[in-house]
């Protein structure tokens, strides 16, 4: 009896490993038929944006089983439309796409969801209406980003005693339309509507670069040097409008100086912060990639999926940021 029950056991384990082994060709399938995925991105115009794509390239990596299709846009939205349009004749998997403004993406939008294509967006976000069309989205909360900058900055005029006295502000906005210049411009303008002493002296298009913002805040000082706070909307722009400020031969920080605040906190701005020369860096964090690659896997799988994803992200300012702080920044 017990040798019958031995045997039986024996033939259930043969036919179970003979079914495992049936699951294995499938799984190999899957390994020689990557997924594929086209991505379009914005540019490189910041290190924040290179390191964005970095990390989607790392994640969405050949050894992960993907193939990755990727496209620059370098700074037109009209490149963006057509990479997605060729993606969509290409018939890939899913798309990942950054978009450069919040407006206009809808008629191509309609086309990735005709064609049963997912639509992965990362970064900035569009117009509320078009939402429904993307799969999921992972990004940043920009309008909160601006919050926190300009609750800092309040607090820091109370504490230094000129919660009173007039501040003279300057806006280096980001790319005009883009939802991290949307969000954050509209902090500071409505802190500036709440504070009758706060004034905006020069509100000007930097474009995300350091370059151009070198140029807008050499031309704004010819007009004005009386400035306390110059909120620029990236880091890239900092730089550039340090770099216009002390070549006029203006301090840069939180004590006697101008008052520089960022957004991004990479890791050669921040370094600026422990100089003092950024007194707060708003952290917006690009290491978006594993993300995307958790959402695609679990859309592989058939699970559900978070649709909406904003990424935990913290604030450094000069009062409080180590050497350690740095070192252990990855971007
Ligand atoms: O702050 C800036 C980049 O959309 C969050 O774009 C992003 C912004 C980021 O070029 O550096």
Known sequence: MIKRML???????????????????????????????GFSQIGAESEWRVANTESVKSSLSED???????????????????????FIQQGVDYIVFSPKVET???????????????????????????????????????????????????KLM??????????????????????????????MEQAIARHSNWKMVVQECGDFTRAKTYEVMKNTLKRTKDIDVVYCENDGEALGAIDAMEEAGLKCNAHDGVIVISFDATKLAL??????????????????????DGIIKRLQRGEPIEKVKY?????????TITKGMIENRKY
């Open 271 to 292: 370094k600026y912060c422990l100089e003092g020369k950024i007194a707060l860096d708003v952290e917006c964090n690009p290491l978006q990639g594993p993300y995307v």
């Open 104 to 154: 206009g993406w809808e008629t191509v939008l309609q086309e990735a969801k005709v064609a049963g294509i997912p639509v992965i967006m990362i970064d900035r976000d569009i117009e509320a209406k078009d939402k429904g069309l993307i799969t999921a989205c992972i990004g940043s909360d920009f309008r909160k980003e601006g919050e926190k900058a300009v609750q800092w900055l309040e």
């Open 64 to 86: 992960n089983g993907y193939d990755l299709i990727f496209d620059d846009a370098r700074q037109e939205q009209e490149n963006q439309i057509r990479a997605i349009r060729t």
């Open 158 to 187: 109370v504490q230094q005693g000129r919660g009173a006295n007039p501040i003279r502000i300057v806006d280096i906005q980001g790319t005009m339309g883009s939802a991290a210049q949307v969000g954050r411009t509209a902090a």
């Open 7 to 37: 045997a039986i056991a024996a033939c259930l384990a043969v036919l179970l490993c003979g079914c495992t082994k049936e699951v294995q060709p499938s799984a190999g399938a899957t390994k020689d038929k990557p997924i594929v995925v």
């Open 311 to 319: 990424i935990d992200e913290t604030q450094f300012d000069y009062f």
